[in-house]
């Protein structure tokens, strides 16, 4: 974030509403305004434990991708790849 000069003002956990792959609408996570707000689904559909750690960090690339492509678009997909490439570093 800071090699972007990314600012997230709020980071919230969303409740876990829906069936992940089951429901018609049912997301991960949203990043509202460009990083006004990220928020990230943590548990599980049945509030009995957590999402693994890899998905949690996947879905945050995701919306951090979206400080710069609000859209799900070739260049939205490239820099969530790089984002993703860059965090691996970091493991």
Not at 54 to 65: D, G, M, N
Not at 67 to 72: A, G, R
């Amino acid at each position: 974030m800071n090699k972007n000069k990314w600012r997230v003002g709020i980071m919230t956990e969303m409740a876990p509403v829906g069936y992940v792959g089951v429901s018609p609408k049912c997301i991960l996570g949203f990043n509202k305004n460009m990083g006004e707000e990220i928020s990230l689904r943590l548990r599980t559909d049945d509030l009995k434990g957590f999402w693994k750690y890899e998905s949690i960090k996947k879905t945050l690339i995701h919306e951090l991708a979206h400080m710069v492509h609000s859209e799900h678009d070739a260049n939205f997909f490239a820099l969530n790849k790089q984002l993703n490439e860059e965090a691996a570093l970091l493991d």
